[in-house]
């Protein structure tokens, strides 16, 4: 059995204040002129998640982290994944098909639902979403809600929201980038540079914005030795395509999007002999995506009050076929199906009584997925023809007074397979200075949420012996059910310094718990394992689950820098009181940025720091290699003339990854897969 270090969360709290405080003294950021990077903390940014309808932040009676456009412009590379380590309280994973994941609130992504403009995103397999598949190309924000959203989301939302909000542009314009990078220390000899290019251009005739997006991404393969006969990742090909346009007839809203999507890796995993030949044998996945919808509506937005007004409606569509053939020694052809019609309506009403407004949201969905697998080797069917269905309904109230809201909420879904299952929520938002300058503020929330199991965990069969592992399904399993509860305070205010000057602060504390019953996670099959020299693993319920925690924020803004660092803190058990796997007890982010408008300059220096991450004890028979890391990241860009910007980044410059030899000796090594990245990038815009 793994014995754990117990830490005193009064303890930490008490370190991470003064750390927090100092960091609010010693730095600073830009004017409130300078907008390009960082948006200003009192500046009105609009958002829809939390309540599915547009709300300033600040009046958003479920608490909403924001990743504006300009900063994942500076972030990211071409896709989503590293945005998020901005993000206070997600934990970003890279995983053994060379994706990325994320946690939330010890949810992992399963529970975690990702949208794009509030349109639900399929998985490869049917459930967590890769980030690293999503391109980051024309965001104009990155919405998150950390805790149960199943009310409003339906399943998969039991974690929290990711929801993707693209930019409408609102003039002609055209703007093409290219980008190349290199894996310093570690790079392959015969494929050493990573190469970028996008195109993002709209056209506008008779007030209908045509839109086309196209990114085409290689990034190679890097090992951590010269031998090469395994890859700590693979050689990686992807393109985005998205086409699509919007218009209205008066307001009647219409807009139709076509995506294409495809990805190619392929990943050395040892060596084979055939006679007196050393062959290298290698997984390998392709990819197709291919998707429609289409969208009507009618929006009477009232753009003083910043919110929906009277009546609105909206109803869209979707069909999407996903294929995917993978594997090593034997492939195998999985196809993936999704159908859904979705539909809402809002109505607002002023003065419902002497102090209050309302607003009401209702709406309902109709889905259909699919799943069939072939193993190509012997051209049976593994999974033959399997669907499931469901219907649901939800309805949201919205009490508006002056200085506090209550939001109530009730869900209920019909499923083809698991019956009946329902959701209630409710939600509060107090606004504590009304006759002060400053802001604080304090959400309450406390929601019910649930998750029927995907096709994916009762059927899907993940053989990747060639990779050191297989997946098994579990046709017996329940769906998870969960009960959580929210705190948030927000604070934010003007001060000064006399060896500072003027700046603002701003901070948040979350608090949460979780009970959650039938929590479906993966079990190794130890027995199994042994016999097969591989890691056998078998999906199955939880039957109880604790998740406990806390997250701290605080963020200080000046002329033209600025810092932000976040701690957070938890705990997550089974009914006998050990600790959930892969989820760490701390994680701590913090950055320094620099924005100026006028010299056309962004940069932005962050940490992530990650310590005692718990693991399988009896997959890791040896123990610890290593349970604490940090990495460091550098991102720049330099608009040199008004249509043209360059880019400069390291990623993970102390270059700190997995030890491949310890985890070869079942020794745990929470380090990422990882490797020091160098990359320099140009776009110009006509």
């Known amino acids: 059995m793994t014995h754990f270090i117990n830490h005193s969360p009064l303890t930490i709290t008490t370190i991470l204040l003064n750390i927090t405080l100092f960091s609010s003294l010693a730095y600073a950021d830009h004017s409130t002129d300078n907008t390009d990077f960082k948006t200003q903390p009192h500046t009105e940014t609009i958002v829809v998640t939390g309540t599915r309808t547009p709300k300033l932040l600040s009046n958003s009676p479920i608490a909403v982290n924001v990743i504006e456009g300009a900063v994942i412009d500076v972030l990211s590379q071409g896709t989503v994944a590293q945005a998020l380590n901005f993000v206070p309280g997600v934990v970003v994973n890279r995983n053994q098909k060379d994706g990325y994941t994320v946690q939330m609130q010890g949810f992992d992504g399963d529970n975690v639902l990702v949208l794009l403009n509030g349109q639900p995103l399929i998985a ?30 339906g399943s998969s939302a039991m974690g929290g929201v990711i929801n993707i909000i693209t930019r409408q542009a609102d ?13 310093t220390n570690n790079a392959i000899d015969d494929e050493p540079l990573s190469h970028l290019f996008n195109i993002n251009a709209d056209y506008i005739v008779n007030n209908w914005n045509n839109h086309l997006n196209l990114l085409i991404k290689h990034s190679p393969s890097f090992d951590y030795d010269d031998v090469h006969t395994s890859t700590p990742t693979g050689e990686l090909d992807k393109l985005f395509l998205n086409l699509g346009t919007k218009g209205a007839f008066n307001e009647l809203a219409l807009n139709t999007q076509i995506q294409y999507f495809k990805e190619e890796k392929q990943k050395a995993v040892g060596q084979f002999s055939a006679g007196t030949k050393k062959i290298t044998n290698y997984y390998m996945s392709n990819v197709e995506r291919y998707q429609l919808d289409l969208g009507l509506g009618k929006d009477v937005f009232n753009k003083q009050k910043h919110e929906i007004a009277n009546t609105s409606w909206k109803l869209n569509a979707r069909l999407m076929q996903h294929d995917e053939i993978s594997g090593s020694s034997t492939l195998r052809q999985a196809n993936i199906g999704l159908y859904e019609v979705n539909a809402q309506h809002v109505w607002s009403v002023e003065k419902v009584t002497s102090e209050a407004d309302l607003e009401v949201v209702a709406g309902g969905l109709v889905h259909f997925d699919t799943l069939d697998q072939v193993n190509l080797k012997s051209d049976e069917a593994e999974i033959d023809d399997k669907s499931r269905c469901s219907v649901e309904a939800f309805t949201q109230l919205n009490w508006i007074y002056t200085d506090h809201q209550y939001l109530f909420g009730i869900r209920a879904q019909d499923d083809s397979d698991f019956g009946g299952h329902g959701a209630l929520s409710f939600s509060s938002l107090y606004d504590l200075f009304t006759d002060s300058e400053d802001s604080l503020k304090w959400r309450l929330g406390i929601g019910q949420g649930y998750r029927v199991p995907t096709l994916k965990e009762r059927f899907y069969q993940f053989d990747h012996s060639a990779l050191g592992y297989k997946v098994y399904g579990n046709k017996n399993l329940e769906p998870e059910e969960s009960l959580s509860f929210n705190s948030t305070f927000t604070y934010q205010s003007n001060m000064r310094s006399n060896w500072l000057g003027e700046f603002e602060l701003s901070s948040e504390f979350n608090l949460h718990y979780t009970k959650a019953k039938n929590l479906i996670d993966l079990f190794t099959d130890l027995q199994q394992s ?34 932000q660092i976040n701690y957070s803190y938890l705990d997550a058990r089974d009914g006998d009181h050990k600790r959930l796997e892969s989820r760490p007890y701390h994680q701590i982010k913090t950055n320094l940025g620099y924005s100026n408008l006028n010299a056309g300059i962004d940069a932005v220096i962050y940490f992530v720091y990650q310590l005692n991450e718990s693991f399988d004890a009896q997959q890791f028979s040896n123990g610890e290699e290593n349970n604490s890391w940090l990495t460091v990241d550098f991102k720049s860009t330099w608009q040199l003339s008004e249509p043209l910007a360059l880019r400069f980044s390291i990623e993970n410059i102390l270059d700190e990854h997995q030890d491949q030899l310890a985890q070869q000796a079942r020794k745990f090594d929470a380090r990422p897969i990882s490797s020091r990245f160098i990359s320099i990038g140009a776009s110009y815009q006509f």
Do not use: C
């Open 124 to 153: 490869p397999t049917g459930a967590a979403v890769d980030l690293d598949q999503i391109s980051a190309q024309d965001i104009q924000q990155i919405e998150v809600i950390r805790g149960a959203a199943s009310v409003m989301y």
């Open 171 to 183: 003039k002609n314009r055209l703007k093409i980038g290219v980008e190349i990078g290199h894996y």
């Open 530 to 563: 042994l016999a097969e020299d591989l890691d056998i693993s078998v999906y199955g319920n939880i039957e109880e689950a604790t998740m406990q925690g806390f997250n701290l924020s605080a963020e200080a803004q000046f002329d033209y820098w600025f810092t």
